[in-house]
């Protein structure tokens, strides 16, 4: 993604298409934002790397009618840029809403997104992403696997 004012900025975007494409339903896209990334969480034994990979591991994601029906809320962000302003580190809450005819609206799961950050010619992108669930509730309307 092409930087718009500040580094700062720029990161926060990234962070924040996730949720959207997310939640959109558009999981080739959430894959593409880890072309050149690893993506990692507590319970894969080794970290994902690339587009391919990373869209393989939201295969098991429930679409009704393309979309998840969830909304990732994004809290407590925080981000700082290395002073050569080449790489970035940034730590966030999500919190992921979900509301089905037969699932009133709920938290579905809690956790923190630790995330690295690398700037090149094109602008900022995700160099990696650690997912950590802290607070997991009703997922079988989300996750084929839950």
């Known amino acids: 993604m092409r930087a718009v004012g500040s580094d700062e900025q720029a990161i926060t975007v ?4 996730y949720a959207e494409r997310l939640d959109a339903g558009d999981l080739d896209g ?10 990692r969480t507590p319970a894969r034994a080794t970290p994902l ?9 939201y295969d098991g994601v429930i679409l009704y009618d393309g979309r998840p029906d969830t909304k990732h ?5 925080t981000v700082a840029v290395s ?19 037969d699932l009133p ?10 995330d ?4 090149d010619a094109g602008g900022w992108r995700f160099a990696d992403r650690l997912i950590l669930s802290d607070l ?4 079988s309307r989300h996750l084929r696997r839950a």
Not at 14 to 17: D, K, S
Not at 30 to 39: E, G, I, K, P, Q
Not at 49 to 57: D, H, L, N
Request: net charge positive; proline share 3%; with cysteine.
């Open 14 to 17: 990234l962070i924040h298409a």
């Open 30 to 39: 959430v894959a593409a934002l880890f072309a050149d990334a690893t993506w």
């Open 49 to 57: 790397r690339g587009q391919r990979a990373v869209r393989a591991a």
């Open 73 to 77: 809320v994004i809290t407590n962000l």
């Open 83 to 101: 002073p050569d302003r080449a790489t970035a580190t940034a730590r966030s809450y999500f919190t992921v809403m979900q509301a089905r005819p």
């Open 105 to 114: 609206l709920q938290a579905i799961i809690c956790g923190r997104y630790h």
């Open 116 to 119: 690295a950050f690398a700037r």
């Open 136 to 139: 997991v509730g009703d997922l």
